[in-house]
């Protein structure tokens, strides 16, 4: 039980750090979760329902570095977490950042 | 000599990885290049001209990284390198990326 009640950290707009952003992004798994997350929209996703090659505790790190980087945003929901990517924040502050990430295919 | 004479390697644009540019600008003085150099413009700037915190030694480091990562080009002139942002690149890749990057102030 002890992963489901754990506070979940999440930086303010304000607190957000270019240099964090850009280090959570600079990873092929990290980049495979937020073009997933982009993929699928604003509904939110359950951790799980992202497929990844990877074992669990791989993503809960991963997931871990995204959020408190400022990424994304990740909501327990029950057993479950929502995840979602923090479009908006990240567009206010850099704006296209997000857009050139997700249209690169390198 | 040997530093003026060696090669300096440059990744085509197809070679460019998303992961890799990430890598390179996910740091504070790497940023503050960046920045430098766009707003310079694409007329260069020889490396010394950049004011940095920095010894000689790290700079070069920096300024490799951003090179071998497809973010800068270096040109030898006579003693000197010319150090221009390969905006056309990046552009091309990433539309977007860059003018987050330097959009944001955090």
Do not use: F
Not at 50 to 68: N, W, Y
Not at 79 to 92: E, F, G, K, N
């Amino acid at each position: 039980m002890g992963a489901m009640t754990e506070t979940l950290v999440h930086p303010e707009r304000s607190e957000i750090q270019i240099e964090a952003v850009l280090q959570a992004l600079a990873d092929p798994v990290r980049l495979r979760i937020v073009r997933e997350l982009a993929r699928i929209g604003c509904d939110g996703v359950a951790c799980g329902a992202i497929d990844l090659p990877v074992t669990k505790s791989t993503r809960t790190h991963h997931l871990r570095i995204l959020r408190e980087a400022g990424v994304i945003h990740v909501r327990p929901v029950g057993t479950s977490r929502i995840t979602t990517l923090r479009r908006d924040d990240l567009d206010a502050l850099y704006p296209g950042l997000m857009n050139g990430i997700l249209a690169g295919v390198g």
